[in-house]
């Protein structure tokens, strides 16, 4: 579809003082679906021109050619603003693509795609974010922001691990580590500190499991802790060090 009939599309449906949401709504398409017909990235099928025809009260005839008396040119009526008038909504104050990588900056608004088929969309009816063909966040006309149930899902499990992380947890160790010394357990006063080396590795743990990064993990801390603990127990200092090699296989793996 040309750049004329997305437009057309656009200022009928300003004119009728319809959001995007709403009109996919009344089509029965999904908000994208209105967005590419008005971008000139995809054309409606028959049927939705049929519909939309109706809704704006125009002939499919007008709708697709315009009318004869129609000056492209004349902006008389229609005062250029950002993403009203025919000639300004059309030109492209920046357009560049590598690959499958695309980002465009006009008087639409802004429209990014990356690689991985990730796309943002920011313009005058909000911001859209569209992942692997769905949509995961967008902000209604009314100011809201709306969340896929996967994104919801997500941000609630964040939560539920944010506890984890207000957990006092070097106040437990300390806790601990009076009760080794005083009932003389793990080590007693001499080698009971080695729990306070565990600090690090809860919370590094905590966020490894909420960002899914196997690498925030503080690996080093765990092999030092475990060179110590087989040291002073085994008296294996020799070859326990050999352990200290793994740091840098460990992290070459998680990479």
Not at 63 to 89: V, W, Y
Not at 135 to 150: A, E
Not at 165 to 184: E, H, M, Q, R, S
Request: proline share 5%; with cysteine.
């Amino acid at each position: 579809m040309n750049i004329e009939i997305a437009n057309r599309l656009l200022q009928y449906r300003k004119r009728m003082g319809l959001s995007q949401e709403e009109l996919a709504e009344k089509i029965g398409v999904s908000r994208q679906a209105v967005s590419k017909w008005e971008r000139a990235e995809a054309a409606p099928d028959t049927d939705n021109l049929i519909e939309l025809s109706k809704i704006y009260g125009v002939s499919l005839d007008e709708m697709l050619k315009g009318r004869p008396e129609e000056d492209p040119n004349n902006t008389a009526e229609d005062p250029p603003t950002a993403g009203n008038s025919d000639t300004d909504s059309t030109s492209e104050v920046f357009n560049a693509e590598d690959g499958a990588e695309k980002v465009h900056i006009g008087f639409y608004g802004i429209h990014v795609q990356d690689k991985n088929g990730t796309k943002v969309d920011v313009d005058r009816n909000g911001v859209f974010v569209e992942e692997n063909g769905e949509q995961k966040v967008y902000t209604g006309t009314d100011g809201h922001i709306h969340k896929s149930p996967d994104i919801i899902e997500k941000e609630n499990e964040h939560k539920r691990g944010s506890l984890w992380l207000k957990l006092p947890y070097p106040i437990v160790t300390v806790i601990a580590y009076i009760l080794f010394g005083t009932l003389n357990v793990m080590g007693g006063w001499s080698y009971g500190w080695i729990i306070f080396l565990t600090i690090p590795l809860y919370y590094t743990l905590v966020k490894a499991i909420l960002m899914r990064k196997v690498k925030v993990f503080c690996y080093p801390v765990l092999v030092a802790m475990v060179y110590l603990i087989i040291g002073f127990a085994f008296n294996w200092w020799h070859p326990g060090w050999v352990l200290f090699l793994t740091i840098p296989l460990f992290y070459w793996i998680v990479d």
